[in-house]
Each structure stands twice: as C-alpha cells, then as structure tokens.
C-alpha cells in the first residue's frame, strides 16, 4: 500500500504543479477544448493544481504512516465520490480513469473499517473546527457558483469543464477543512493541507485577480489569512498537544 501511495502521489506532483503555478508561469492546462483564451484560465488551473499538489501531500502522508491516519484515508475516499460526481457527468466517464491510481490506494489500505468509522469518534478540536467551518462555507458557497456556471455551460471557463474541476476542488478542499477539525488520527495533517491550499489560492487570486472565478485581491488576502491561521493552529497543537487518540489493535487492522 505505502508503495502504491507513493506512485499516486508522484502521479499528482508530476502531473499537476504546472498547473498549479500558473499564475506566475505559462499556462498549462489539462483541456484546451472550448478555450478561447488561456490567460483566463490561469486561476482556474491553479485551482486544479493547488488542490491536487496537496492531494499528494496526504498520499505521502499515508505512505510514511498508513495505520495512523484514518482521518486522510476518509477524505481520500470522499474526495474520489466528489470528483467522480462532479465531473463524469460533463466529461464524460472516461475522466475517471485520473482516479484510478488513488482508488487503487483505497483498495489496499489494510484496515478497511476505518472508512465507516465516524470521524467525530475521538470528539473534536473547538479553534481548528471552528476555522475550517468557517472556510468550508465560504468553499462550498464557491463550489455552488462553479457547479451553476457549469450547468449553464456558456461561458469560457464551462466549455472546457473548468468549472466543475473548480467545484470539485472547492469541495474537497472544504471537506479536508471540516475533517481536519477533528481529533481523529490524520486530522491535524489534513488541516495543515486544507490551510497551506487555501493560502496558495488566495495567493493565486492576488495575482490574477480579474480571471474568471478569481477571489480578487481582498478575497485573496482573507484567503491566505485564513489559510495559515488554519496552519498556525495545526502547529500550535502540534507542539502543545500531543496525540492522544487510539490506534486500532493489530487484530484489528
């Protein structure tokens, strides 16, 4: 499995942070069909890229410590139905295949059952669920603009699917949030994620401030503020408070 996480993780790295530093490169994106335009998808390929690159932080994660993060390997799982829901319907199902080396992850991960374990078992952290509530609305209510965007389907970013990839991501980097303000084992790397992800996009949005879909450059400052102050956390409780939750007996696993 830790290898399997690892091919999958170098599989996100290589494939999508071109992508995520388009704001400050060339432009690099992953469907050019319908764009009339590249330069008005330099935030949107950030969006794909930024999310994706922290995707494969979690997989590296995983790989180093694979039976004590059950709270990534649940994201992991969510995050492939919300990809999955979000775009085959547009795309057509043949984009499934990019979740191919994840779902493989899945399948190999030796405690199946920690999938259907609630995440709020070993209760919760109040600062860290309070600020990743707080930046899963603000994600989610994007999400939302995305996902109609698309459903029009008249604009630049929805002719070549932009706009579901950016619901997707939206949502995925929400859910990371919400999880992430959990006591569950995996928790904290995943809040650590969701901040550093939220911060690169709000810086993103400073530097391409007018393309379609951006924050802008206010809501690109509160985007990093609330980015790391989510990462400041994460690091505080780090040093502070050390982890305390259960690991599964072997028998278990």
């Given amino acids: 499995m830790r290898i399997l996480a ?3 993780g170098l599989f996100f790295v290589v494939g999508t ?6 704001p400050w490169g060339a432009v690099t994106l992953s469907n050019t069909s319908g764009v ?5 998808h330099r935030w949107s390929a950030a969006l794909a890229g930024g999310p994706d ?3 494969a932080a ?5 790989a180093w410590r694979p039976l004590r993060a059950p ?3 649940q994201w992991i799982a969510l995050a492939v139905i919300v990809f999955l829901t979000a775009n085959v319907p547009f795309v057509g199902p043949a984009v499934a295949l990019v979740a191919v080396p994840v779902v493989l992850v899945l399948v190999a991960y030796p405690a199946p059952r920690d999938l259907l374990t609630p995440p709020w078992i070993d209760g919760f952290s109040p600062p860290r669920l309070a600020v990743g509530t707080l930046v899963a609305v603000v994600l989610v209510a994007d999400a939302a603009l995305a996902l109609a965007s698309q459903l029009r389907g008249t604009d630049e970013l929805a002719r070549n699917y932009d706009s579901a990839a950016n619901a997707e991501h ?4 929400a859910l990371a949030a919400l999880l992430g303000g959990m006591r569950r084992l995996g928790s904290r790397p995943l809040a650590a994620m969701a901040g550093a992800v939220v911060a690169f996009l709000g810086a993103a949005a400073i530097t391409v401030p007018s393309n379609p879909g951006s924050w802008g450059t206010v809501g690109g400052a509160v985007g990093v503020a609330a980015g790391l102050a989510l990462v400041a956390l994460v690091a505080y409780e780090w040093r502070t408070q050390p982890s305390t939750t259960r690991v599964a007996p072997s028998h278990q696993r």
Avoid at 17 to 22: H, K, N, V
Avoid at 58 to 62: C, E, K, N, S
Avoid at 170 to 173: D, H, S
């Fill in 6 to 8: 690892v091919l999958a």
């Fill in 17 to 22: 942070l071109p992508q995520a530093i388009s």
């Fill in 36 to 40: 009339s335009d590249p330069n008005l």
């Fill in 53 to 55: 690159c922290g995707m």
């Fill in 58 to 62: 979690i997989l590296f994660y995983l």
């Fill in 71 to 73: 709270a990534v390997v």
């Fill in 170 to 173: 939206l949502i995925n980097v």
